[in-house]
């Protein structure tokens, strides 16, 4: 029996992420979505979150695609540049195996490694025993702040909460020139 690969996402992924989103969207709470998007609406995110540069990353087991996770601007301000915010989706089938602490130790690695300072997750329907709660707090997230009552799905409020992880130093440093959100910083300014 094989095992979990974590891999680089590519387009030929975008069905399974599709189905995969479109579940959690129809059946659960951690997204604020209505509606499943489009797959063709799926493949625009996508496209944007590559061209940034943001990693976005896979689970698969014997050529199917258990689970996903991704980083992506947390504001569009500019001084917002060196943080991040995770996404983390798994399949109905998958989940409880692992999947979603396999994809976030590999993204945290990934956002680590091109130099953002923070990793922001904004968890919907953030009650305490929420599995996405559960398994930020296990990968050393703190908890930063609670919106109550700030999204209606299903006919009940749902609060989100905000957990962050620190990286790279955090504020306890300056900047690093070459990291990457410093360095697309200075190309958008033309230096």
């Known amino acids: 029996m094989s095992s979990i690969v974590i891999r680089t996402a590519t387009s030929a992924d975008l069905d399974a992420i599709t189905e995969i989103y479109a579940d959690a969207v129809a059946n659960g709470t951690a997204s604020y979505e209505l509606e499943p998007p489009s797959r063709a609406e799926m493949g625009k ?25 991704y980083a992506g601007a947390f504001r569009p301000r500019p001084a917002y540049r060196f943080v991040v915010e995770d996404s ?29 300072r923070q990793i922001v997750a904004v968890i919907g329907d953030g009650r305490p025993e929420s599995a996405s709660v559960k398994l930020h707090e296990r990968l050393g997230f703190r908890h930063s702040g609670r919106l109550e009552g700030s999204g209606y ?3 009940r409020w749902l609060d989100t909460v905000f957990m962050q992880l620190t990286l790279n130093g955090g504020a306890s440093l300056p900047p690093a020139a070459d990291s990457l959100p410093e360095r697309r910083f200075r190309e958008g300014r033309g230096n």
């Open 45 to 69: 995110r996508f496209d944007a979150l590559a061209a940034g540069g943001f990693p976005y990353l896979v689970a698969e087991k014997d050529g199917a695609v258990l689970g996903y996770a």
């Open 153 to 155: 799905k299903y006919g």
């Open 88 to 116: 983390v989706y798994v399949a109905p089938d998958a989940k409880g195996a692992g999947v979603g602490l396999r994809l976030m130790q590999s993204l945290i690695a990934a956002v680590e490694a091109v130099g953002f």
